[in-house]
């Protein structure tokens, strides 16, 4: 244990690693605080350069994007009541009241601290739970991996609840295209209509950044008026907030807790631990009354189980090779080409990066928190640049980001025509996250069936009759009846 921890400090010590760090968090923290940009959007970007690093520095310059993201996107939230990313609409609830109170420095403190509590209990819990899991995994075999992928996916597809229609349709056209270019069991070539560019298969690169940057772009071109940023921000009590978090303890744990298990869940995250925490906070609270008007607590309750979910969902991927979402689908995509595969062996073969990865979580945490205390005054300003510069800025390096990877016109293509899907998709309210899951859960899924049916020479009844894949399975089957008997009882009731 104390050799893989030497291991792991030596990986953090190398300067490409604590680069990637230091830009990493300030590229996270400077897409949160610009209305309108998502972590997608931004870990789109910088993926193709990612994926030209070392393993290490390049997963945590993703990661980097990622995390601070979720920090910064309280800047916009408390300032001018509009969330930096769609997961801190709650944060403008009590966050904005707080700061129209005349104490906006101890709002964005306090949400600053809240969130580094919930990320670093989202790393332990990372610690402890990935190398649990990687051992509870090593006895699964293909048809178990099967059915896990299966649930992960009827998962993500559940989670979409408001558009369930949507999400079917986009992850089953993310299935179908996984399965174009090369089929390796049988070395046969599917639907490449006889052109050579596509026996590759659809790449993800482009279709990420096609999907979720250059169709974000659009919209910000569309956009004419920046938002209005307070001009006489006072710094001076940029600490006042800093250890508030602690008076509400019951809170802290709860919210925790609470993120903590929705990191778990593929397609959950944290939209769902974000509303219940909140829920629970108010039900709970001395002071229910004051949820909504600046309540101190409330923000302690959003912000905390937003950053409780960002190492967690690390876990069904590490130990599982399983990405619980787009996001972690662009992070499996740095470890195979650099030909590290997630899943039980991981730890065993790789203890070294293992451990240089919790690392380097637990010092991201603390660089956001440094740069934001030490930057704020200037990072809010980037609230008010003019939405159409920073679209044209996201096109210019979205584009230039998806040709050097592999210097093709083809995939510079794929990205405008995905980018031109993405941007309907948008428009009409379609998710687009189960179109990236389906384009690397479909082709995963699809090998694990073959592999389960030649080991039991075409029986399907071997789902069955192996103990845990029948409980996988049954979970899987479970979720889809919940799900179809209460939207049957809704539309009933309406």
């Known amino acids: 244990m104390i050799d893989s921890i030497l291991l792991g400090f030596q990986e953090v010590a190398q300067w490409q690693v604590i680069l990637a760090l230091l830009i990493g968090a300030m590229a996270g923290i400077l897409v949160g605080a610009v209305p309108g940009m998502e972590p997608a959007g931004a870990m789109a970007i910088a993926l193709p350069f990612s994926l030209t690093m070392e393993p290490l520095p390049g997963i945590i310059l993703l990661l980097g994007c990622y995390g601070g993201a979720w920090y910064g996107g309280a800047i916009p939230a408390i300032l001018i009541r509009v969330p930096g990313t769609p997961v801190n609409v709650l944060t403008t609830y009590d966050g904005y009241p707080l700061g129209q109170k005349g104490q906006p420095m101890r709002a964005l403190s306090l949400a600053y601290s809240s969130s580094f509590v919930g990320g670093i209990l989202s790393v332990m819990a990372l610690v402890f739970l990935a190398p649990f899991m990687a051992k509870v995994a090593e006895k699964f075999g293909p048809p178990e991996f099967a059915m896990v992928m299966l649930l992960a996916t009827i998962s993500v597809i559940l989670a979409h609840h408001q558009n369930i229609r949507g999400a079917i349709l986009t992850f089953g056209i993310g299935a179908f295209l996984g399965t174009v270019g090369f089929e390796s069991p049988h070395h046969t070539l599917r639907y490449t209509f006889g052109q050579d560019w596509l026996t590759g298969g659809i790449p993800m ?47 802290v744990i709860r919210s925790s807790l609470l993120g903590l298990v929705m990191g778990l869940l593929p397609g959950v995250g944290e939209f769902g631990a974000q509303f219940l925490s909140y829920s629970l906070a108010r039900r709970f609270s001395k002071k229910p009354e004051e949820f909504g008007k600046g309540s101190p607590e409330g923000l302690v ?97 979205g584009f230039i980001g998806t040709y050097t990877q592999n210097f093709r016109v083809t995939d510079g293509l794929f990205t405008l025509a995905f980018a031109i899907v993405g941007r309907f998709m948008l428009k009409n309210g379609i998710p687009a996250f189960p179109m990236v899951v389906g384009l690397v859960l479909g082709p995963m899924l699809e090998g694990r069936i073959k592999q389960a049916l030649s080991i039991s020479a075409g029986d399907p009844t071997i789902f069955l009759t192996r103990p845990i894949a029948a409980a996988f399975l049954g979970l899987a089957i479970a979720a889809v009846v919940v799900f179809s008997w209460n939207h049957l009882r809704h539309a009933k009731a309406r």
Do not use: W
Not at 233 to 245: I, K
């Open 205 to 251: 690169v482009p279709m990420v950044i096609g999907l979720f940057a250059i169709s974000q772009a659009f919209v910000l071109l569309e956009t004419k008026s920046p938002p209005k940023v307070p001009k006489d921000l006072n710094t001076t009590g940029r600490f006042a907030g800093l250890f508030e978090v602690f008076k509400y303890r019951a809170t």
């Open 301 to 397: 309750a959003s912000e905390v189980s937003i950053n409780a979910c960002t190492s967690t969902v690390l876990v069904p991927l590490l130990s599982l090779g399983i990405p619980a979402d787009p996001l972690m689908a662009m992070l499996l995509a740095v470890f195979m080409i650099h030909n590290i595969i997630p899943g039980p062996q991981l730890f065993a073969e790789h203890p070294d990066f293992i451990s240089g990865l919790y690392i380097s979580l637990f010092l991201l945490n603390i660089f956001v928190m440094i740069l934001l205390l030490a930057f704020t005054k200037h990072v809010v300003k980037l609230s008010s640049i003019t939405p159409r510069m920073i679209g044209a800025t996201i096109m210019i390096l």
